[in-house]
Structures are given as C-alpha cells and as structure tokens.
C-alpha cells in the first residue's frame, strides 16, 4: 500500500521514466491539489488482478501531465481517475480498462466541475484496447467539464455519459453505452453501432440528452424511462439532436417504461 501527496503552488514530482500506481497488485494513491504539478512518460493505474488506484487532480493550477500513454485499470486491475476544482489531466492515447478476452479490467475517469480538463493529443478508448473491447471502463464527464481527443472509440461494455463536453476531432463511435444526464454536448460526429445502448430518463420537466455538434449516425437500442408526472397531452422532449442531421438513419430498437396511463412514442426529424 502506497500513497503520493503533491499539494501546494511550486511543489513538483518528475518522473523522468514511466509511473505505475500499485502497478503490481497492491493498492496505490496519487493525490495532486492546490497547485501541485506531476509529470511521467506512460502511466498505468492497477494492472495484474488485485491492483487497485486512484488519482485523483484537484484545483486550480493542479496537473498531471503524462508525455506518454495514459492506462486507467489494465490486465484484470482496478484503476480511478477524479479531476475536479479546475484540475487538468493530458496524455497522447487514453485507455480506460485496457484488457482483451483474457483480461478484464475495470477503470473509470470522472471529470466533474467547469475548467476541469482531460485532454488527449492522440486518441481514446473506452472498455478496450486500440482494437477491440476488453474491459469494463467509464467516462462521466460532469458540471461542464471537458475531455478531449482526436477519437473516441466506447467499446462494449464502456459506457460515456454525464453533463458536460466531450470534443472529439474525428468523432465518437458507440459500441457500448452511451448515457446522458441532463445535456451531454458532444463536438464532432457520433456513430452508434448496433451494439450500442443510448439511455434516457424523462421527467415532466425534462429529458436527459445528447447534443451533437456534426452528424449523428443512428444505430442500436434506444431505452426511455419516463417517470413522475402528470404529463401535459402532446409534449415533445428531445432525446437527441444533431445539427449536421441524422443521414436517414433511426435506432433499430426502442423500448419505453412509463407510467400507468401515459402513453408516450418516438419520433425523428431530419
């Protein structure tokens, strides 16, 4: 069991090589706050079964800043990312569960608050590797925060979701699932796969959303929770939107739980 606190304007910890946090099955912590500045080539977060860590980046000026490959929970292991408070995380290739059929990790990034930033100069793989799935893995991106890349690719079963922005050069493709809360804004094109699984929960105020900034190509299941009431006969709630349009595409599957006397559909527009 190990623990590494930077904290504070000036304090700094340099790795000249790579960073393994209980790279080797025992359970590790990395806490960078107040202004406190950790850098490293290639980093790995709870590899080999047992491996359990959590990084976590918060506040203003705080970064981690990875000159290599970033693995949150590789080879079976356990690996978490917290960057909150205006924090700021960057790395080339982000994988979260970094496994294959053999190998089955569990990783989860969570990037909560305005300002707080997950930036990847190359691409991004959520539940996998660069070429097929193998892990359990979780983006949240949440209160306005941002993550980054040039791709993002959610195997199954990852799952994206949360309230804030996710940029995405050359689009994002769904395999796994892909889960709203409130408004999800995505900048760049989105694919479902018809594996993929997109959530939406609606209230009489509300529905849970993705907005699309480019086109979205439909595909995969649509699940809809409509709860609470009373509904006003003849509201519209908007599940998703794209303004480069929809290409003619729907989801292959629907299905919607509501309410006793509530009787609710699906339709599209271009």
């Given at each position: 069991?190990?623990?590494?606190?930077v904290?504070?304007?000036g304090?700094?910890w340099?790795?000249?090589?790579?960073?393994?946090?209980s790279?080797?099955?025992g359970?590790?912590?990395l806490l960078?706050?107040?202004?406190?500045v950790v850098?490293?080539?290639?980093?790995?977060?709870g590899?080999?079964?047992?491996?359990?860590?959590?990084v976590?980046?918060?506040?203003?000026g705080?970064t981690?800043?990875?000159?290599g490959?970033?693995?949150?929970?590789?080879?079976?292991g356990?690996?978490m990312?917290?960057?909150?408070g205006?924090?700021a995380?960057?790395?080339?290739?982000?994988?979260?569960?970094?496994?294959?059929?053999?190998?089955?990790p569990?990783?989860?990034v969570?990037v909560?608050?305005?300002?707080?930033?997950?930036?990847n100069?190359?691409?991004?793989?959520?539940?996998?590797?660069?070429?097929?799935a193998?892990?359990?893995?979780?983006?949240?991106?949440n209160g306005?925060?941002?993550?980054s890349?040039?791709?993002?690719?959610?195997?199954s079963?990852?799952t994206?979701?949360?309230?804030?922005?996710i940029?995405?050069v050359?689009?994002i493709?769904?395999e796994?699932?892909?889960?709203p809360?409130e408004?999800?804004?995505?900048?760049g094109?989105l694919?479902?796969?018809?594996?993929?699984i997109?959530?939406?929960?609606?209230?009489?105020?509300?529905?849970?959303n993705?907005?699309v900034?480019?086109?979205?190509?439909?595909?995969?299941?649509?699940?809809?929770?409509?709860?609470?009431?009373?509904?006003?006969v003849?509201a519209q709630?908007?599940?998703?939107q794209?303004?480069g349009?929809?290409?003619?595409t729907?989801f292959?599957n629907?299905?919607?739980?509501?309410?006793?006397?509530?009787?609710s559909?699906?339709?599209y527009?271009?």
């Amino acid at each position: 069991t190990g623990s590494v606190n930077v904290s504070g304007v000036g304090s700094a910890w340099t790795n000249l090589g790579a960073l393994a946090v209980s790279g080797a099955g025992g359970a590790g912590t990395l806490l960078i706050t107040g202004g406190g500045v950790v850098s490293n080539s290639n980093a790995v977060l709870g590899s080999i079964s047992g491996g359990n860590s959590t990084v976590t980046v918060d506040g203003p000026g705080s970064t981690w800043t990875n000159n290599g490959d970033l693995f949150v929970g590789a080879l079976e292991g356990i690996g978490m990312v917290v960057i909150t408070g205006s924090g700021a995380v960057s790395n080339i290739n982000g994988f979260i569960a970094f496994g294959d059929e053999m190998h089955q990790p569990t990783g989860s990034v969570d990037v909560d608050s305005a300002a707080s930033i997950w930036t990847n100069s190359g691409n991004l793989y959520d539940g996998g590797s660069e070429s097929a799935a193998g892990g359990n893995g979780t983006l949240h991106v949440n209160g306005g925060g941002t993550v980054s890349a040039d791709r993002v690719t959610v195997w199954s079963p990852g799952t994206i979701g949360g309230n804030g922005i996710i940029q995405a050069v050359n689009g994002i493709t769904v395999e796994g699932t892909l889960a709203p809360e409130e408004t999800l804004s995505i900048s760049g094109n989105l694919a479902l796969t018809s594996d993929a699984i997109t959530l939406s929960t609606v209230t009489p105020d509300a529905a849970d959303n993705a907005n699309v900034d480019g086109t979205a190509t439909l595909d995969g299941q649509l699940q809809v929770a409509v709860t609470g009431g009373p509904y006003t006969v003849g509201a519209q709630y908007t599940l998703l939107q794209a303004s480069g349009g929809l290409n003619g595409t729907t989801f292959a599957n629907v299905s919607i739980t509501a309410p006793p006397g509530v009787k609710s559909q699906v339709t599209y527009d271009a």
